[in-house]
């Protein structure tokens, strides 16, 4: 119950196409639900985050999609760049973030030129 | 925002040998906490240290393999004792900040011959 599972394992992207990586939680306790971006040999970083009062949230070329009773969330990324190939990783936390993060197994982004 | 200097950065290491890993923060925060990611992998949560407590440890990891000191507001340290080869990995610091937001240092790579 406690665990996140994330699809694809791995994403190849033209540049200029979408990207878009899924995630599925069981916990409904779960409350806040982060996005980190990692590069190799650097910590991960927070990239956008969504609570379960709203279905979607933009940041820029970054879109969260949720769906609270599918227990699903998506990453959206328009407009991908070769800069954008990293390794994405879903999280979940309760107590509206102010506790540990559950973190999805990942997904390795390359975006083509 | 929290900036957090990790060391070491790397390590090579002898098994039966212990290595102590420092985290600074440069704010003051209450929670942090200790992941683990082999290469390629995702983040494996060890402990959450919270100053002036003893360190709450996840299923799989234990006290004696991995103590935690976290003597005040803005530094934490975690042994890996008793090394093995199944040790080698990265392992990470965290701490919330603005409330919510998890930041990451850069992470100590550990090989341990």
């Known amino acids: 119950q406690q665990q996140v599972k994330q699809s694809p394992q791995s994403l190849i992207v033209q540049k200029g196409g979408i990207s878009i990586i899924n995630c599925a939680y069981e916990n409904t306790a779960f409350d806040y639900f982060p996005w980190y971006q990692q590069f190799p040999g650097k910590g991960p970083a927070l990239l956008i985050a969504i609570r379960p009062d709203v279905s979607e949230k933009k940041e820029g070329r970054f879109t969260i999609s949720f769906n609270k009773s599918a227990k699903q969330f998506s990453l959206h990324i328009m407009d991908s760049q070769p800069g954008d190939s990293a390794t994405y990783f879903c999280a979940a936390s309760m107590w509206g973030g102010y506790n540990k993060l559950i973190f999805g197994a990942g997904t390795r982004l390359a975006v083509h030129p | 925002s929290a900036v957090i200097s990790q060391k070491p950065s790397r390590d090579i290491c002898q098994r039966g040998t212990s290595l102590t890993i420092q985290c600074q923060v440069d704010s003051q925060v209450t929670m942090m906490f200790w992941y683990r990611q082999q290469p390629g992998q995702s983040l494996t949560l060890i402990a959450t240290?919270?100053?002036?407590?003893?360190?709450?440890?996840e299923s799989g990891f234990v006290i004696d393999k991995f103590p935690i000191s976290r003597p005040n507001l803005t530094f934490s340290t975690l042994t890996v004792s008793n090394m093995s080869p199944e040790d080698s990995s990265i392992y990470l610091c965290s701490v919330l900040a603005q409330r919510t937001e998890a930041f990451f240092g850069q992470g100590t790579r550990l090989t341990v011959v």
């Open positions: 240290a919270n100053q002036g407590s003893e360190a709450t440890y």
